[in-house]
């Protein structure tokens, strides 16, 4: 079993929702992400989501671009990423961890390349922005040999024949995009996410997170309730610029809302 459907299975029995945080890979400097991930966990995330460093990230809004700047600034690349999640899987061999990025990076490794190195370092699934499913049959044979999930983002214009045709090819969980827009814009219509979720449940029994437009604890309770996953992440790497490359800050500021978050869900 996929460390993705083990872990929603296991949240299933215990009654609770999933935190997802999203950070981008070396930002604000490499050796911090490893250290960031143990500590997400710690904190109460189930899963992780890391961000692949893009010069041209059109999904995202200003605090995630400036992320991936700061990341850039040090060169990191996807093959750098693999090796902090190789990294990480010497100490945490259970909580999944997805890549969230953009398909040239991919096609410059190389699609079947890149699927047996993601294997091999212990991805557990990879979402590509800008690569709609009719697109994406390279990407998804050469992930079908290895543990590694489609995961692909449905959105509050995608009508019933697209969700069924998305949720036809991923697998994992589906990544519902709660705003329209780029991340962190646009405030949360919890009553649009209920609707919304609510119709893709009826076209898939695959996991629905929700996020864009997370923000602290209060949204994520209310978000938990409907969804079997809360991904938060412009209001995480907005803690990271804030910290002015003090990794100690970041990390404690960036466990201190995700517990928040976390004990906000839990309660519900």
């Known amino acids: 079993m996929s460390r993705i459907k083990n ?106 390349h890149f699927a047996q190195a993601a294997g091999q370092a212990g991805v557990d699934g990879v979402l590509t922005v800008d690569l709609p499913p009719e697109e994406a049959g390279d990407l998804l044979l050469a992930l079908k040999g290895q543990p590694c999930d489609p995961i692909f983002l449905l959105s509050p214009t995608t009508n019933e024949a697209r969700i069924s045709k998305i949720c036809a090819v991923a697998s994992g969980f589906v990544y519902y995009v709660a705003v329209k827009g780029i991340t962190g814009a646009g405030n949360l219509d919890v009553g649009a996410v209920e609707e919304k979720v609510a119709q893709i449940r009826r076209l898939t029994d695959l996991p629905i997170g929700v996020g864009f437009g997370i923000k602290d604890a209060s949204s994520a309770a209310a978000v938990s309730k409907i969804a079997d996953a809360v991904i938060v992440g412009s209001a995480l790497v907005r803690k990271v610029e804030e910290s002015n490359g003090r990794s100690d800050r970041l990390i404690s500021d960036i466990s201190s809302v995700l517990r928040s978050m976390r004990q906000a869900m839990d309660a519900n």
């Open 7 to 112: 872990c929603f299975n296991e949240l299933r029995a215990e009654g609770r929702k999933a935190l997802v945080p999203y950070v981008t890979a070396g930002d604000p400097a490499p050796e911090v992400t490893v250290p960031l991930m143990h500590a997400m966990v710690k904190a109460g995330a189930n899963i992780i989501e890391l961000g692949v460093p893009f010069s041209d990230p059109m999904a995202d809004g200003p605090v995630i671009q400036k992320a991936s700047e700061r990341a850039l600034k040090h060169n990191v690349s996807l093959k750098d990423v693999l090796a902090m999640v190789q990294h990480f899987r010497e100490v945490d061999n259970k909580t999944p961890v997805i890549l969230m990025g953009y398909l040239n990076p991919i096609e410059v490794m190389g699609v079947k």
